[in-house]
């Protein structure tokens, strides 16, 4: 069998860099495998999130090859293994050890989001009707298995570190999800405006190249949202006459 | 020995370990009912194996078959689990899954729905009528999503990368938790009036399962040790499909959705060779042909299933008869096949994308193959386990008082096998059944105090591996245990066998209790396996144990030497405990004669 070169940013604070480690690699290996087997062989302390190792987590993300990346659906066929693989660390959020890092602040931040907020059972069973089509649109949104790499990837919190001020792609998706939803009420425009930093998107799209759901972040939910801040507090018709855009209803 | 670690105290009113659908529906429920909870779980939120749930959540709400009922759906559970499960469980699992998905509809479920508007259910194995309400195949993410979103403003401090080490006790009652954060390795001990375990299930002691690798038995071996009795441990379900190929997937759950959407086995000659052997409990609900078949998923209320949708236990059997026969797939599993549904609808591709989406990219992605143009190769893989902690059925509490147990870690719903997409249910009625009971126990009960010699002795105890200065890797020994009890304990069982793995077992303990961790405590995950090592091992052994007991082949659980189900075993659950001596009790215990109005309903659903 081959052997692959795996470059793994190793230890923690102004002591890391990189380690390079030398593992057999097979035909249908993805990046977690190859560290697992180096952690199960020569490196047992290598720290790395995962969970389901199926997609459907988020726990493994990491940056391989430079691109931000989950391990467990980066299949070894399509890397170049003439190279060494180089795996890194998310470069968002401050840094712990190994592979893992501090992704607190995406958890904080969302608790900072106005919750779901139904309107009141309508049908007369006590509960609600919906259509399908009204399910579907949100759909996409709900896919979202919370793996910060569209977060990892935003240039406002990789580089300017907008962090107190910009909600970041995940959390735009997070909140058009929500005012999307077919039964919400809430109104987070101003939230969105004044704490959540929209304004700081100048829209690259590099979040929706990222997103291992192939969630269209910024044309379906962050642009939207865009408007729907825009419509609300810059249009000068709508703020003559306020009756054209009617509020959503009120939750009772 | 390590002594004089510092650790930090938390105190709480409940402690819920875990947070899958399970641990976030306690957590929830207990704070509502005014208790101060500590959540604390191994991963960090959102991420628990329930994310992995595709097929749905099943509850007898009648939106699509007018003729469901929960009496329906508790003799369908029933009939699954071979009359081995905890009937009242089963009673109040049937009664109140309609009103828990409601409720997630509330908190902002989002549920395919059906043409007026309803919550849409689907079709799944061993359910007789159209039962599971679902969201395409991801059913399980929409779930915890929902539960963590809601969950995180209900005031509940949570401990997100902290695993625990030992149950703490004041005479008989628990009162509190010892365990450590995985990003620093530093210690935390959290006190309180109860305590839910939450913690999932074992599926990690095999070598090709499905579970994440959170599945390491915690909860079944804090329990253990600390006095609570395991039930029905001899049944562990293998999912008739799991991923074959490539190796490093081998496993990975292909969701029964599959089949309720008209996906069917073929074996290497093309055959559907589930018709060939259908088990006399289930000759009157299954169709007599592939053309009923198909009708019947189509939604043909006079059709029966197609026997792809028999129980599970029975199809995994099925399917290692061909492979063992000689007439499998080219990398050792059998086809599922929906792409032929071409056949029968235009734009079946579109269908398959929007029905399946992420099996559809699951294949894609990892096998390079395009489920709507080609087959699948699929095998069985360990899946899930009916046994657990042994409770009450109203309470949810063990018989360690003020030790609660919810989700798959609690044992009786299921008998001696689960339904697919009860287990989901499962998690919100008996999660919300164990908060609300734990939060009554703690405001009852007078706050019990641990002691410092238990706190100090369980902390040592985990630190002894960076102590020692020659030992064997924990990793090394992880693994031949779960070649062991994957070969030796796995889906086709034989007394010589599993009488190999008992003494294996024994062999490995001894091992285990010296292995060596080198280097730093912050996220090592070298110790986190010495940890979950010990535990996987006393679930191993109880798996193995009971398994032998049955002489018998029931449900989940299939003998080569007694290939049938014995009247002598139909009146038993089989119960282990840890005795005086420290060793594995086993016991033989009596089911309770059920109520005579639930045993008419079963006998009216024959």
């Not at chain 2, 063990?398 to 044992?411: K, N």
Request: hydrophobic fraction near 35%; proline fraction near 4%.
């Amino acid at each position: 069998m081959a052997q692959g070169l795996f470059r793994i940013w190793r230890g923690s604070g102004e002591d890391a860099s990189f380690e390079d480690y030398k593992t057999e690699v097979s035909s249908g290996m993805v990046v977690l495998d190859a560290v697992h087997q180096i952690q199960a062989e020569s490196a047992p302390d290598l720290a790395c999130r995962w969970n389901c190792k199926a997609g459907k987590c988020g726990s493994c993300s990491a940056e391989v090859n430079g691109m931000p990346r989950l391990m467990c659906m980066t299949r070894l066929d399509d890397l170049d293994l003439d190279q060494p693989v180089i795996i890194e660390p998310l470069q968002s959020f401050p840094h712990m050890r190994d592979l893992v890092t501090d992704v607190s602040w995406n958890f904080e931040t969302k608790k900072k989001i106005k919750p779901f907020t139904p309107r009141k059972p309508d049908a007369p069973d006590g509960t609600w009707r919906v259509k399908q089509r009204d399910v579907e649109r949100v759909q996409e949104f709900r896919k979202c298995i919370e793996c910060f790499l569209c977060q990892d990837v935003c240039h406002v919190l990789r580089d300017h570190h907008k962090h107190d001020e910009f909600y970041g792609p995940r959390h735009y998706v997070y909140t058009a999800a929500l005012d999307m939803h077919p039964l919400d009420t809430e109104d987070r425009a101003a939230d969105l405006r004044d704490n959540g930093g929209i304004g700081y998107c100048n829209i690259t799209k590099c979040c929706t190249k990222v997103c291992p759901e192939h969630i269209t972040i910024t044309d379906n939910s962050i642009i939207p949202l865009k408007e729907r801040v825009a419509d609300k507090f810059y249009d000068p018709l709508t703020k003559l006459f306020p009756i054209f855009r009617p509020d959503k209803p009120k939750a009772e | 020995m390590t002594t004089g670690e510092q650790f930090t105290s938390h105190e709480h009113d409940v402690i819920v370990i875990g947070a899958g659908g399970a641990g976030l529906r306690a957590a929830i429920e207990a704070s509502a009912n005014g208790a101060r909870v500590a959540l604390i779980c191994k991963s960090l939120l959102g991420k628990a194996h329930t994310v992995m749930a595709e097929g749905g959540m099943a509850a007898a709400m009648a939106n699509v078959d007018e003729r469901d009922s929960w009496r329906v759906h508790f003799a369908d559970t029933m009939r699954g689990g071979q009359y081995l499960n905890n009937w009242r469980k089963a009673e109040h699992h049937a009664k109140e899954a309609p009103d828990r998905v409601r409720e997630l509809e509330a908190w902002g479920a989002l549920f395919d729905r059906t043409k007026d508007g309803k919550i849409l259910q689907r079709n799944f194995g061993g359910h007789r009528y159209p039962r599971l309400a679902h969201v395409g195949d991801r059913t399980g993410l929409e779930m915890i999503r929902t539960l963590q979103d809601y969950g995180i403003h209900q005031g509940i401090d949570v401990f997100m990368e902290y695993t625990v080490v030992e149950l703490l006790k004041d005479g008989e009652r628990v009162c509190g938790v010892v365990g450590y954060d995985r990003e620093r390795g530093r210690f935390h001990v959290w006190t309180a009036g109860a305590v839910v375990l939450a913690t999932g299930g074992i599926g990690r002691a095999f070598k090709i399962t499905s579970n994440s690798w959170e599945y390491t038995g915690d909860g079944h071996s804090l329990a253990y040790n600390a006095g609570a009795e395991l039930v029905d441990m001899e049944f562990v379900q293998f999912h008739p499909t799991g991923m074959v190929w490539p190796p490093s997937v081998k496993g990975i759950l292909v969701t029964e959705g599959v089949r309720g959407e008209g996906g069917v086995l073929r074996n290497s000659e093309g055959r559907r060779f589930m018709f060939d052997d259908i088990p006399d409990l289930y000759k009157n609900q299954t169709a007599q042909d592939e053309e009923e078949g198909w009708r019947y998923v189509t939604g043909d209320k006079n059709a029966s299933r197609p026997p792809e949708l028999l129980t599970r236990d029975h199809v995994a059997r099925c399917i290692v008869r061909e492979i063992r026969e000689g007439r499998g797939s080219p990398h050792g599993g059998v086809f599922l096949d929906i792409a032929w549904i071409k056949q029968k609808i235009k734009k079946s591709e579109e269908h398959i994308k929007k029905k399946l989406p992420s099996m559809y990219h699951q294949f894609k992605e990892l096998a390079g193959v395009d489920i709507t143009k080609e087959p699948m190769e699929v095998g069985p893989t360990t899946h899930y386990v009916m046994g657990g902690v042994r409770v009450d059925g109203d309470s949810q509490m063990s018989r360690v008082p003020g030790l609660f147990a919810a989700g798959e870690v609690a044992a009786g719903l299921h008998g001696a096998n689960r339904l697919g997409g009860n287990s989901l249910s499962d998690l919100l009625v008996f999660g919300k059944r164990a908060g609300e009971h734990a939060a009554e126990f703690a405001k009852e009960n007078t706050r019990a105090k641990p002691s410092q010699e238990q706190i100090a002795s369980a902390i040592a105890h985990v630190l002894e591996p960076f102590d020692r200065s020659s030992g064997e890797n924990p990793y090394d020994i992880q693994h031949e245990l779960q070649d062991m009890m994957q070969e030796k304990v796995g889906i086709v069982r034989t007394e010589s066998h599993m009488a190999e793995a008992v003494d294996g077992i024994g062999a490995l303990r001894s091992r285990a209790a010296n292995v060596i961790v080198h280097g730093h405590r912050e996220y090592n995950p070298g110790w986190h396996t010495s940890i979950d090592l010990a535990n996987l091992l006393i679930v191993s052994e109880a798996v193995a144990r009971c398994a032998l007991d049955r002489k018998e082949s029931r449900g989940a659980h299939f003998r080569e030497d007694y290939p049938s189900k014995e009247e002598s075993h139909a009146g038993h659950n089989t119960v282990v405990s840890k005795g005086a001596d420290g060793e594995m009790h086993l016991e033989r215990r009596p089911i309770t004669p059920m109520p005579q109005e639930l045993g008419d309903i079963i006998e009216e659903m024959k």
